[in-house]
């Protein structure tokens, strides 16, 4: 697994966006063969071939959050691709275990100057279903940025970082976030995936069938083996990514 | 799978990316852990060292037309981009972020977590990743190189331990590092 997925994401995306006149639009392809009943592993077989490599025997675990977003900050130009507040009414708010609240604090503080928007309320969240029971969205008032807090494996809260319009609105209206490498269980990593509205994810685990995550008022967190490709389609611009998967030096 | 890039070469990634972005991903991941083990290392700061890592893949991907596998293999070839961005960076006082702007880039926020991972990292591959970015200079040079450059050392101190003259050690730094901005090539 990359170390630094937001990294990954984001050089991608200025391939992307670099790409000359006339370069095949390799996205349309993926979606056409997926609805075409091809499916994502036709649609990888096709154009992600960078994605799958041979993976070591280890097993890793990757969680996703999948937040999706509302609004659209230009939806005039580009409806859904570039939303400014967060789809987070559906889901319950709750006081936050004094222990999550005391994470959220420590670390949203960290972050709060690479944060635009107001300030993120670190002892209320908006309920979201995890593997492990209970994990928690942490927003502004305006719902302009989004934090997940959840406790993998009971081990402990963790924040898994913050999202806001400023780079929601980049790259298509698509974030990834990443801790990396769980110490407390090496090969698991944890990817967060943020969407707007609209917006779907899929994966696929190597040599199994796809199937969508199912998303919880906007938000779902999920296990899944790796290596294991997702596939996130926004308004038709589709993208692959990856996880788990390590290549030779 | 209809292909893997599993046995592109990295000069074939980088054509590639043209048309397949993913093939910069590839690359990107194929060479991680070893730019941010070298440009931590280097800066002795992980956070540093991400800034730089990210920086460097930036304007790898600009200049990857330029990059060229008869003079080097890719890594070293980050290497060399990797330690003009930390120079650069170091005389203006701030991490270079020039390529990522033009790129259009997002500014990346790095959680305690991973910069505890990215140390890790760091700590156990650094030193290996500086001993790579060496390993094509011969072994006078190398040592003067990695006294000035890796360890920041005076030219005086290390003339003492290699038991030679200043100007000796002033050559083979400057002879080391001419033929490692070679394997660089044109990239800025």
Same mark, same amino acid.
């Given at each position: 697994m990359s170390l630094w997925p937001e990294l990954e994401n984001d050089l991608v995306d200025a391939a992307r966006r670099a *790409? !000359? /006149?006339? =370069? @095949?639009r390799t996205a349309s392809r993926r979606r056409s063969a997926r609805h075409s009943g091809v499916g994502v592993a036709g649609a990888m077989a096709g154009?992600?071939?960078?994605?799958?490599l041979v993976m070591p025997v280890a097993i890793l675990i990757a969680v996703i959050a999948v937040v999706i977003t509302a609004g659209h900050k230009h939806a005039v130009r *580009? !409806? /859904?691709? =570039? @939303?400014?507040?967060?789809?987070?009414?559906g889901l319950q708010r709750v006081r936050l275990p004094t222990a999550a609240a005391q994470i959220a604090a420590s670390e949203i503080h960290s972050q709060s100057k690479n944060l635009q928007g107001?300030?993120?309320?670190?002892r209320h969240g908006r309920v979201i279903p995890t593997p492990w029971g209970a994990g928690y969205v942490l927003s502004d008032h305006a719902h302009r940025i989004a934090c997940v807090l959840i406790n993998p494996w009971h081990g402990g809260w963790d924040l898994s970082g913050c999202v806001g319009p400023q780079t929601v609105s980049h790259a298509g209206g698509q974030w990834d976030l990443s801790w990396g490498v769980?110490?407390?269980?090496?090969n698991t990593g944890v990817d967060m995936v943020v969407l707007p509205a609209g917006g779907t994810l899929i994966a696929q685990r190597v040599g199994r069938s796809a199937h969508t995550i199912t998303l919880h008022g906007g938000v779902a967190v999920t296990l899944f083996r790796h290596p294991t490709i997702f596939t996130t389609d926004i308004n038709g611009r589709t993208r692959t990514t990856p996880v788990g998967t390590e290549f030779p030096r | 799978m209809s292909r893997l890039f599993t046995r592109t070469t990295d000069a074939e990634l980088l054509r590639e990316a043209d048309q397949d972005p993913a093939a910069f991903g590839v690359f990107y991941r194929r060479h991680e852990r070893a730019v941010l083990a070298f440009a931590g290392h280097l800066s002795g700061s992980a956070q540093l060292g991400a800034d730089v890592m990210a920086e460097t893949f930036a304007v790898a991907f600009e200049a990857r037309d330029r990059f060229d596998p008869q003079r080097g293999a890719g890594r070293a070839w980050l290497f060399g981009i990797a330690r003009n961005v930390l120079g650069a960076s170091r005389r203006r006082g701030r991490v270079e972020a020039d390529a990522r702007q033009r790129l259009g880039m997002n500014q990346l926020i790095l959680s305690q977590r991973q910069l505890s991972a990215f140390d890790r990292v760091i700590a156990a591959d650094g030193e290996a990743a500086v001993r790579e970015w060496l390993s094509s200079i011969p072994a006078p040079q190398r040592d003067a190189v990695r006294l000035r450059v890796?360890?920041?050392?005076?030219y005086a101190s290390i003339a003492q331990q290699l038991q030679c003259s200043e100007a000796v050690v002033r050559q083979r730094v400057s002879r080391g590092l001419a033929t490692l901005r070679d394997v660089v090539g044109g990239q800025r």
């Open positions: *790409r !000359p /006149a006339g =370069a @095949p154009v992600a071939r960078g994605a799958l *580009r !409806p /859904a691709a =570039a @939303p400014s507040t967060l789809d987070l009414e107001g300030p993120v309320d670190t769980d110490t407390r269980h090496p | 890796v360890e920041e050392q005076s």
